[in-house]
Each structure stands twice: as C-alpha cells, then as structure tokens.
C-alpha cells in the first residue's frame, strides 16, 4: 500500500464551484504540505502543517485553505474554483531533521 | 523568480551519453535534495546532500553540493532510457522550515 494517497486522483469541475482534495499518510510523520506544479514552474508551496494544530501559509495560498483533521489527514480546499486553479496537487510528508519529502500520486484538477 | 534555476529546461540525447543537469542559487541552503518525477506520478528523491562540497553517488547518478551550498549539479553516465523524466531539484532553508523547488530539467533518453 502507498504511503501518501491523495483523492481524486483527477477531478473535472466548474468556475465557482468547491473543491476538496484529501491527503491520508501512514508514515507517521509531522509534517504535512500541499504543492501545485504547473508546467515550467516546478512545485509551488500552497500550505504546510508541522502538527495537528500548525497551519502556515506558502508562497501562493490565495483561493486555497487546509484542515489538518488529524495527524494522518491534510486537506486542500477551493472555496471557489476558478480556471487558473487547473493545475496538479501534490501532498507530501516529510519528518526532521533532514526532512526528505514523501509525495502522495497527485491529483489533476481541472476547472472550467 | 524562483530561488533555484534549473538548467538546461530541457535535454534530449541518446542512449549511451552523459549529461549533466545544474542547479543553482544566489541563496545559501541547509540541505539540497535532487527528485526524478515520471509522468502521472508524484516525485521520488534520489538523494540527499548536506555538506558543502559533498559528492554522492547512486550507481551511475553523481550528485554534488557545491562548497558554499548554494548549487547543486548531477551527472549522468552513460545514460539509460529508463533515465527518462523530470529532474527537480529542491533546497531546504531550516530558518524558514521550507523546501524551494527549481523548475525542473525534463530528460529524455532516446534509445
């Protein structure tokens, strides 16, 4: 079994409409994030959690928020989905002191 | 602007050459960490780098931090098409607890 699993694994939607993304872990770790890649962009930090009750902003939050529901459970949302939000998500964990990441398999959103 | 720049963007060579991918910054890093992505799934880390001037090797992967920790290079030899992918690289600054990604070198490897 994964050690990151995110779902959907694709999702289609429409301009105004809200998203949520879910993010589970087994590997035990703190630290929590979301990441959106786009092409020729690389991977862009949206949020991040270090535990249960830590959520910190990322370079391009705006339009997005997070739950840390549990230390397993990290979701993404979109209040209202708006077409340059098409884009890939990414989950990922990491545990310190060198914090190597773990990604989950993405989810392709796409909104019209 | 992103933090690290990748070059080159894009590299397409046969099977059987060696290449290497540059990654680079005017800001220092605690850690720098080199991912392979495939199409359709999430990235996997080939290695970490720590120690400035550090080299590692991951058979016929090199990696090297640079002696001031502010770029990182890898080298392939004698490429094989199953090299073939996204190459990120990604440093890590323990002040701001965070990772910032370069924009990727997409590698093929034609047989």
Known sequence: DADVTQTPRNRITKTGKRIMLECSQTKGHDRMYWYRQDPGLGLRLIYYSFDVKDINKGEISDGYSVSRQAQAKFSLSLESAIPNQTALYFCATSEPPINEQFFGPGTRLTVL | ?111
């Open chain 2, 1 to 111: 602007t992103q933090l690290l720049e990748q070059s080159p963007q894009f590299l397409s060579i046969q099977e059987g050459e060696n290449l290497t991918v540059y990654c680079n910054s005017s800001s220092v890093f605690s850690s720098l960490q080199w991912y392979r992505q495939e199409p359709g799934e999430g990235p996997v880390l080939l290695v970490t780098v720590v120690t400035g001037g550090e080299v590692k090797k991951l058979k016929r992967l090199t990696f090297q931090f640079g002696d001031a920790r502010k770029d990182s290079s890898l080298h392939i030899t004698a490429a094989q098409t199953g090299d073939t992918g996204l190459y990120l690289c990604a440093g890590y600054k323990v002040n701001f607890n965070k990772f910032y990604f370069g924009s990727g070198t997409k590698l093929n490897v034609k047989p």
